[in-house]
């Protein structure tokens, strides 16, 4: 059973327009959630990250929205540039209470290819 | 440099030979962890430890043995690798299992 869904496998955009990346969860103990872009022959690196008590985290082009009703978390990068083609996985973690409060490890979307056309 | 390394980048063995992949971290971070990518599959976790002499399964442990001897190693053992390990490895090491995991470059396995 997939716990984090990218229903998009890839996804095309025109340099300088918005690109929205979508994530969905089933489980309702997940809690953190983080986006990570990866370039080919390159491990994922992190980009940004959201807290279940948020609903917004902004940092420069990159904004992640939460809604947690919904289940749902979308990536927005604005203006998208060609340096943004990548894939972008979505990842989350539960607060593993029966280990003392320590998350067992993240749960990957299986990602999302975003290409930027120039 | 602060960084995750593993080692080798590329590895093609055959049925049954017994490997390891080493994973070495310099940021003294306790959590590490080992992840396989599959086209259509995404990443999906291996082992994890969450500090020395600490590890645990995945999602997708078996065939695999890992050791946590000291913090700043986290090697993955394939004791009788078959083809359908036949992958790309990701080390990644955190402060601690709530934050931002730091990858390594990758590992491609190929078992014939």
């Known amino acids: 059973d997939q716990q984090v869904k990218q229903n998009s496998p890839s996804l095309s955009v025109q340099e300088g327009r918005i690109s929205i990346l979508n994530c969905d969860y089933t489980?309702?103990?997940?809690?953190?959630f983080l986006w990570y872009k990866k370039y080919p022959a390159e491990g994922p690196t992190f980009l940004i990250s959201i807290s279940s008590i948020k609903d917004k985290n902004e940092d420069g082009r990159f904004t992640v929205f939460l809604n947690k009703s919904a289940k749902h978390l979308s990536l927005h990068i604005v203006p998208s540039q060609p340096g943004d083609s990548a894939v972008y996985f979505c990842a989350a973690n539960a607060i593993d209470l029966s280990s003392g409060g320590g998350a067992d490890g993240l749960t990957f979307g299986k990602g999302t290819h975003l290409i930027i056309q120039p | 440099e602060a960084q995750v390394t593993q080692n080798p980048r590329y590895l093609i063995t055959v049925t049954g030979k017994k490997l390891t992949v080493t994973c070495s971290q310099n940021m003294n971070h306790e959590y590490m962890s080992w992840y396989r990518q599959d086209p259509g599959l995404g990443l999906r976790q291996i082992y994890y430890s969450m500090n020395v002499e600490v590890t645990d399964k995945g999602d997708v442990p078996e065939g695999y043995k890992v050791s946590r001897k000291e913090k700043r190693n986290f090697p993955l053992i394939l004791e009788s690798p078959s083809p359908n390990q036949t992958s790309l490895y990701f080390c990644a090491s955190s402060l601690s299992s709530n934050s931002p995991l730091h990858f390594g470059n990758g590992t491609r396995l190929t078992v014939t």
């Open positions: 489980n309702s103990m997940f809690d953190y």
